[in-house]
């Protein structure tokens, strides 16, 4: 169980994600994290720790943008003790995506294996979300083959997700 939110404004987001995480704090304690977006560039903090803990002054001031996503952590997944698990997850081809998710994959396992073989991604983490983030990218990658993103290669992409993930899950992803 993990709390994800996004947000998207006329204003700075950074405040109001770390005030969602903030209510969102009783679905995991594990991990917090906030990425945003500023024009096509992501920022992001993510460790350990309660959201009160993980982000200080210095950390919110270097999160500038309109929209943003975060999450806090229950793991599922992986491991509990690892930062590189903390979300949210970055990929940079294609276009720059970073994602939050909640959910279990039940074929995580072989899904990363086919990632590699088939796919040529590599995944860092025992995560399933990280999981889910390269199968997203894989997907968007196809879809486009090099082309301007389309709102309908993003439908397109998450309907090769959807038959190729099983588990459930709850997603919020922005693409650069």
Do not use: W
Not at 3 to 25: F, M, R
Not at 47 to 53: L, P
Not at 55 to 68: E, Y
Not at 131 to 152: D, M, P
């Amino acid at each position: 169980m993990c709390g994800i939110v996004g947000a998207v404004g006329n204003s700075p987001v950074n405040q109001l994600l770390y005030d969602a995480l903030l209510l969102l704090q009783h679905r995991g304690q594990d991990a917090a994290g906030i990425a945003t977006m500023n024009g096509s560039s992501f920022s992001m903090h993510k460790a350990n720790g309660m959201v009160r803990d993980v982000f200080r002054t210095r950390n919110m001031r270097s999160l500038p943008g309109n929209a943003g996503i975060g999450q806090v952590r229950y793991p599922t997944a992986g491991s509990a003790s690892s930062e590189e698990e903390a979300q949210p997850f970055y990929v940079n081809a294609p276009f720059g995506l970073v994602m939050v998710h909640n959910g279990n994959l039940t074929n995580a396992h072989a899904l990363k294996a086919e990632l590699f073989s088939t796919d040529h991604r590599h995944i860092n983490t025992e995560s399933d979300s990280e999981v889910l983030l390269n199968v997203l990218a894989h997907e968007l990658e196809k879809t486009t083959r090099g082309n301007t993103l389309a709102v309908v290669d993003v439908f397109t992409a998450i309907i090769g997700v959807h038959q190729r993930i099983k588990g459930s899950y709850a997603v919020i992803a922005m693409i650069a």
